[in-house]
């Protein structure tokens, strides 16, 4: 069974940059049949996707972060990490990483969140 | 985009539940939902719109197809008040629904 851990700073200054970092135990990252996923939850608010990366390189982003992201893999450490640039306030949020399983829908494959860190809040504040 | 009602509904032990998502576009069944309580991380519960993920109890299930689907409990128990989200896993940018909170009456 997969477990996932984030870690980071919980507190970002205003401008600065968010790093977090995703250990993955119990199984490879570079496992056939899963992606890596970022996502992140506001005080109160609902669940936004940050990004997903794919062992094979692949690596899409949500088009309202997608100028301040980066996620990437590090393989022999067997960890995938997330940066934020020039946060804000409104980058206050619980982050969680969480890995997508291969399935099949309609036939065809597609992935859901199956395993997910703990998560962990990060306040942007001065 | 994924819109879910009720947002907030209130409901006993022993009733059956059911959440609606619709899709502002059609999606197959290429839909996930999640369980969420209160400082835990979100927990997959149905994705392929109807296939019930491993060690979820049977008194979940989900239907529907393209644009409307919905989550339903057949017998609310005391651990299942909680938040749900439905997910849309087709394309990317992937999207959750707002969520909607389960209370007790």
């Known amino acids: 069974q997969l477990q996932l851990q984030e870690s980071g700073p919980g507190l970002v200054r205003p401008s600065e940059t968010l790093s977090l970092r995703c250990d993955v135990s119990?199984?490879?990252?570079?496992?056939?049949?899963?992606?890596w996923a970022w996502i992140r939850q506001p005080p109160g608010g609902g669940l936004e996707w940050i990004g997903t990366?794919?062992?094979?390189?692949?690596?899409f982003y949500n088009p309202s972060l997608q100028r301040r992201v980066t996620v990437s893999l590090d393989t022999p450490r067997n960890h995938f990490s997330l940066k934020v640039t020039s946060v804000t306030a409104a980058d206050t949020a619980t982050y969680y990483c969480?890995?997508?399983?291969?399935?099949?829908?309609?036939?065809?494959?597609?992935?859901?969140?199956?395993?997910w860190g703990q998560g962990t809040l990060v306040t942007v504040s001065s | 985009q994924l819109t879910q009602s009720p947002s907030f509904l209130s409901a006993s032990v022993g009733d059956r539940v059911t959440i609606t998502c619709r899709a502002s576009?059609?999606?197959?069944?290429?839909l996930a939902w999640y369980q969420q309580k209160p400082g835990k991380a979100p927990k997959l519960l149905i994705y392929?719109?109807?296939t019930l993920q491993s060690g979820v109890p049977s008194r979940f299930s989900g239907g529907g197809s393209e644009t409307e689907f919905t989550l339903t409990i057949s017998s609310l128990q005391p651990e299942d008040f909680a938040t749900y989200y439905c997910?849309?896993?087709?394309?990317?940018?992937?999207?959750f629904g707002g969520g909607t909170k389960v209370g007790i009456k």
């Open positions: 969480a890995g997508a399983r291969l399935g099949y829908c309609s036939g065809a494959t597609c992935y859901s969140l199956d395993n």
């Open positions: 997910q849309q896993i087709k394309t990317y940018p992937l999207t």
């Open positions: 392929a719109a109807s």
């Open positions: 990366i794919y062992y094979s390189g692949s690596i």
């Open positions: 119990g199984g490879s990252i570079t496992s056939y049949g899963y992606n």
């Open positions: 576009l059609g999606i197959s069944d290429y």
